[in-house]
């Protein structure tokens, strides 16, 4: 029988088949038109039916063949410009075919033998498998986990059940249980294409961007036309801020499928951070005609620009998929959030603080807790260890460069804006948010927390920066660092480099954290997802911060207070420049003018001229952020 030769591959191209046969029947309008295909009439579905019976239902393929079959119909019709609700009909309506086979079917491909020497019962397997599937394409998630959790009592072996499990949980935010199942299935399977794929995208949800790339280059180097993967990929070197890669990625592939909505989201989102707002908007149109459902086309909008009442259509439009409730809980989160900016926008403070509320609830339950005694410890140690005393000391193997600039301070506190203005000086590059002094005092903890770092350690560091900084510029006399959590590693960078300058920038505690709770963040920073944590979190910061202002020598560190900034723009741009070393440029009060990505949160907002409406904002919400009240001046 053919049954016994068709293997997944040939069940892949069966399911492009069956979607190109399926095309020529339907009154297609060219994709030129802006338009969807739709099928004429019920003939057209009924002739369809008939190929099925004739060349698929009679193969008996295995679940997993079916699967395979159905996901290259789907994505075959979504090539050639199908609506997404009727494709995803078309694909119900094919794999309930397919299970109509009426003859015994054969083993499951993934159930392999178990160690059990009980007989794995085939029937029920097959059942579960098929019925989860079927509660994933209804939205229904967590009963699509509950039958994969129960075929897996039957089967710890199948590979196929702990992928679809994986990816379930995915959606459901349970991120550890889902990457626990995927990297199994993985162990069972080493090169599964949708177990790596699904690895990749729990692994970035939880923001560990660098690993998620590993699983992704795996999957294209074994199979370089794995569409999925190469957008995956893509949107991950956006968050690793390798836009150029990001860039050559996202458009190939949208060579190989010139209607995949993702791959546009993801060159809008490149458009914006390097200040094309128009041509990210029409990235934006041209992503919601193709697919006027998808989440994070309508989540996207608000990033780009400051809505309007006129945006009604798109609130009515989010807040009807929002509610929804077939996507996944990250999406929903990325929702909720755009939500709020809109309500946020056009000043309804009730409204929006209830959709940031309940943004932050969902992306809190895919997060993992925020430890409050492990920052205490951190920081009581840094204390310890980094007296005036010990950093009074020689330090042999330090560098004597002043290129290394590092503007610091709380998230949202403004380090953007300072940082853009420095870099609109012809003297000056910003180098964004560098990862190097956050990963050397991951990778040396216990040594910097324990005593300052020997002469080998930092001329290693200081080496090994000032090779990061030149790949930035070769000729800038400051280059700048801003990531905010070089504000931890004040005591180590200063050992490294004692002639670097430090700027601290200071915005009212309410507004920072406000500001930090209506922003969507990773999930290393759950701190943010609630208002008692940030409190905390914020308290030890400020905590840190006085301490460093007492123990670095007088003239490393300037403090820039963000309500004085925006109130004396140029009077305060002199004294960043004086502290640097740099002479004036009138070119620095244009530094909304500047063409440079910034890969920020505040992208939007550094293009724009100076404004004062965020000082003070947290009076527009002081009846609902109690926990945050008692932080007091910054």
């Known amino acids: 029988m053919l049954l016994n030769w068709l293997n997944a591959r040939e069940a892949t191209d069966l399911g492009k088949s069956l979607a190109d046969h399926f095309v020529p029947q339907t009154a297609q309008v060219p994709a030129a038109h802006g338009k969807k295909a739709k099928p004429s009439d019920q003939k057209t579905t009924q002739a369809f039916l008939a190929r099925v019976d004739r060349e698929a239902r009679p193969l008996q393929l295995s679940l997993f063949k079916r699967a395979k079959l159905a996901n290259s119909f789907k994505w075959r019709l979504l090539e050639h410009g199908f609506e997404p609700s009727k494709v995803d009909e078309l694909t119900q309506m094919l794999l309930l075919r397919l299970s109509e086979a009426g003859t015994s079917v054969p083993q499951a491909e993934g159930l392999a033998t178990t160690t059990s020497p009980k007989r794995v019962n085939t029937g029920k397997v097959d059942a579960l498998l098929f019925q989860g599937i079927q509660f994933e394409n209804q939205g229904l998630h967590a009963e699509a986990a509950g039958c994969y959790q129960e075929l897996l009592e039957l089967n710890p072996r199948h590979f196929l059940a702990r992928n679809n499990l994986g990816a379930t949980l995915i959606k459901l935010g349970r991120y550890g249980e889902a990457e626990f199942e995927l990297r199994r299935a993985i162990e069972l399977k080493p090169n599964y294409p949708d177990a790596l794929y699904n690895l990749a995208t729990v692994l970035r949800w939880k923001g560990l961007i660098a690993e998620s790339e590993t699983p992704l280059r795996r999957l294209l180097k074994l199979s370089p036309q794995h569409l999925e993967a190469r957008v995956s990929l893509g949107l991950t070197l956006i968050l690793a801020g390798k836009l150029a890669d990001a860039k050559e990625c996202l458009e190939k592939a949208l060579k190989m499928m010139p209607h995949q909505v993702d791959a546009m989201v993801g060159l809008a989102e490149i458009a914006q951070l390097e200040g094309r707002f128009v041509e990210a908007e029409a990235l934006l149109d041209r992503a919601m005609q193709i697919n006027p459902n998808a989440p994070n086309v309508w989540a996207a909008r608000p990033r780009f620009r400051k809505m309007t009442r006129s945006d009604a259509g798109w609130l009515e439009g989010a807040e009807r998929i929002a509610a929804g409730g077939k996507m996944a809980l990250l999406e929903e989160a990325s929702l909720r959030y755009a939500i709020g900016k809109y309500w946020d926008d056009v000043r309804d403070f009730p409204r929006a603080f209830k959709s940031y509320q309940r943004a ?275």
Request: net charge positive; charged share 30%.
């Open 360 to 634: 932050n609830e969902l992306q809190k339950m895919g997060a993992l807790p925020y430890d409050r005694r492990a920052r205490e410890s951190l920081v009581d140690d840094l204390i310890r260890v980094y007296t005036p005393e010990a950093l009074a000391r020689p330090t042999p193997g330090a560098s004597d460069s002043e290129r290394p600039v590092f503007v610091v301070g709380m998230i949202r506190s403004g380090t953007s804006l300072v940082e853009q203005i420095i870099s609109s000086h012809p003297d000056a590059k910003g180098a964004g948010e560098l990862e190097f002094w956050i990963e050397a005092a991951r990778k040396h903890e216990n040594a910097v927390r324990s005593e300052l770092p020997g002469e080998s350690l930092r001329k290693r560091w200081a080496e090994g920066y000032l090779r990061k900084l030149k790949s930035y510029s070769t000729d800038a006399l400051r280059v700048v660092d801003k990531s905010n959590f070089n504000s931890d590693h004040l005591g180590i960078i200063h050992s490294t480099f004692p002639r670097a300058r430090f700027i601290y920038v200071r915005r009212d505690p309410i507004d920072t954290c406000l500001s930090c709770y209506f922003q969507q963040f990773s999930g290393t920073l759950s701190f943010t997802m609630d208002l008692a944590d940030l409190a905390h979190y914020y308290r030890e910061h400020r905590r840190l911060t006085d301490h460093w202002r007492t123990v670095l020598p007088p003239g490393s560190r300037l403090d820039v207070p963000y309500a004085e900034l925006v109130a004396d723009q140029e009077g305060w741009t002199r004294k960043i420049l004086d502290f640097l070393s740099l002479p004036w440029d009138p070119r620095v009060l244009e530094f909304h003018k500047t063409e440079r990505p910034v890969l920020t949160a505040s992208s939007w907002q550094v293009r724009q001229k100076i404004y004062k409406s965020s000082v003070e904002r947290w009076r527009n919400y002081e009846k609902f952020i109690g926990p945050l009240l008692g932080l007091g001046k910054a």
